[in-house]
């Protein structure tokens, strides 16, 4: 089993930038995807990004494209989330997910491992 925790969340002024880690307890698959959803109040948890553990193939939610930044560590088995531009919109809690999605990996229902998530709050 894949066990997920992240970290780095925090308050950040609007503009600013946040880098957010997610540490794996066992080596991931190398046919896993690595992905990172949010959640905000009252709102259904959205794709924002993700990433093929073995080659390394982004995939960017429109909205998050051009500012956030999603890269792997294999050594230490942690995919980070580097959040550059940030705005009041991103507030949200922040989920990482590990899974091995056909072709749905925008898709919560395709992860089977959640970390418990960190939150930002992005500041007007």
């Known amino acids: 089993q894949v066990h997920l925790v992240e970290s780095g969340g925090g308050l950040v002024q609007a503009g600013g930038s946040l880098r957010l880690s997610c540490a794996a307890s066992e080596r991931t698959w190398r046919n896993y995807v690595m992905a990172w959803f949010r959640q905000a109040p009252g709102k259904e948890r959205e794709f924002v990004t993700a990433?093929?553990?073995?080659?390394?193939?982004?995939y960017y939610a429109d909205s998050v494209k051009g500012r956030f930044t999603i890269s792997r560590d294999n050594a230490k088995n942690t995919v980070y989330l580097q959040m550059n531009s940030v705005k009041p919109e991103d507030t949200a809690g922040y989920y990482c997910a590990a899974g091995r999605p056909s072709s749905r990996y925008y898709s919560t229902n395709e992860y089977d491992y959640w970390g418990q998530g960190t939150q930002v709050t992005v500041s007007s």
């Open positions: 990433i093929t553990w073995s080659g390394g193939t982004t």
